[in-house]
Structure formats: structure tokens, C-alpha cells
């Protein structure tokens, strides 16, 4: 299993680029890299602007098709990844509890998604899919479906769903899943 930090967005409501934006002496992006790069043998960048990441000395995949938005950058992983699945997770989320990440990742590859759910929301970007999953994303892509949340309402894909009490034991679910639209969100305190 390879770790893709989705890092194309355009960082609209923030306002800068955020992916790079200095939070606590470093850029976000490395405050997710730092957690999760001890637990995976590749962690692969998707995102258009190669050269803006060669600083982390990882590959960088640009989208298939671009501004699709996280849809795409996972559509992107799984098409282009030679491994069975891929932990998605997003560069905007810098309070990742890495003991958590391990936990799902030890998920016996028995379903098409693993995906946290907390307070009656789905965690997209921090779940893993496999390959099965592409033809549904392909079809969603072609219906104009771009909310990766669709991909759970099929009947046809076989979701392994990491409940309140599992997430619960590794930390603070509302902290954890905390990711940065606006400056405003880095004032949050735990």
C-alpha cells in the first residue's frame, strides 16, 4: 500500500497557497508528510506543479484531468499507482494522529473503502480505496458527480466504515480531522 497526499487545490477561501503556507515553522504539507511517512514505504504528491514539491524529494503525479477537484487527484492515484490501494489524504490536515493512520492501514484488504465516520460525516481524505473503486469514480467523473462522498451511496462497493469508538481511542475526532480551508483554522487550539 502507497500514501498519496492530495495537493492540487487551489486554496480559493484560503487565500494563499496553502499546501506551503508555514504553520508552526513548517509548510502544512510537512506536517502531514511528517506523520505519516515512518508507516509507508512510498507517499506519492498528486498535484500539477511538480516543481513546487521537488523540495520534499517525492514523486509528484499531475491529475489525469485537472480541476475536478479531490475526485480527481484520487481518480488520478488509483489509475496511476501500481499497488492494490492507496491511504488518501489530504495536505490541508495537519493534526493527523499517526498511531490512527497505522490502525487503518493494519485494515485486512477485504473491502473496496475504509473510511473514518465521525459525527455523522464521512472522512474522504483520510481513507483508503482500492482499485475496485475506479469504475465507480470513472462513472461519477462522467456524471458530473464530483463530491467523493458520492462513491458511498453505491450499493456495489463494500465499505468498511472506522466508527466513533475506534477513532475515539487514538484521539479527539474533531481535532484529527481538522483541515485548514481558512487562516482562521489554524488558531484552533485542542
Known sequence: MKACIIAGGKSGRFGDDKSLFVFEGRPLINHVLDIIK???????????????FSFLGLDVIPDIIPDLGPIGGLYTALEKISCSRVFILPCDMPFLNREFVEYMSQIPDL??????KSGGHFQPLHAM?????????????EEKKFKINSLFDESDINIRIVGEDEIGFYADPFFMFKNINFKSDLE???
Open 111 to 116: 473491502y473496496d473503502v475504509i473510511v473514518p
Open 38 to 52: 515512518p508507516l509507508f514505504d512510498d507517499v506519492i504528491i498528486i498535484a500539477n506543479d511538480r516543481e513546487k
Open 188 to 190: 484552533f487550539q485542542e
Open 129 to 141: 480505496y482500492g482499485k475496485s473503486c475506479l469504475p465507480y469514480i470513472k462513472k461519477n467523473i
